[in-house]
Nanobody, 123 residues
Framework: QVQLVESGGGLVQAGGSLRLSCLAP????????MGWFRQAPGKEREFVAA????????RYADAAKGRFTISRDNAKSTVSLQMNSLKPEDTAAYYC????????????????WGQGTQVTVSS
């Protein structure tokens, strides 16, 4: 079982930045590919970004490319999502997820999920 705890959400004006973090304590963190997903009210949960076990490979949704950066620190069992140039349409609950294996973008492939952290971008 992997426990994931997100932090860093909040209220920010359009054009601002936020950095989300996800802590997954345990010695097996480096064996999991990690992903960030988001869900806006009334919408389905969608992929945002993902990173491989080593951190070498990353994947981004088109909406995130050029604005968001995913990174991980295996020594600290942490994965982060730096979000810049935020837009009102980025408003959502953001979820961290983990899967044993290679990095993928489909939420159905992830085995463990955090509780989510809310990001609200005002116009």
């Amino acid at each position: 079982q992997v426990q994931l705890v997100e932090s860093g959400g909040g209220l920010v004006q359009a054009g601002g930045s936020l950095r989300l973090s996800c802590l997954a304590p345990g010695r097996t963190f480096s064996t999991y590919a990690m992903g960030w997903f988001r869900q806006a009210p009334g919408k389905e949960r969608e992929f945002v970004a993902a990173i491989s076990r080593s951190g070498v490979a990353t994947r981004y949704a088109d909406a995130a490319k050029g604005r968001f950066t995913i990174s991980r620190d295996n020594a600290k069992s942490t994965v982060s999502l730096q979000m810049n140039s935020l837009k009102p349409e980025d408003t959502a609950a953001y979820y961290c997820a983990a899967r044993a294996g290679v990095v993928v973008t489909s939420l159905n492939e992830y085995d463990y999920w955090g509780q989510g952290t809310q990001v609200t971008v005002s116009s």
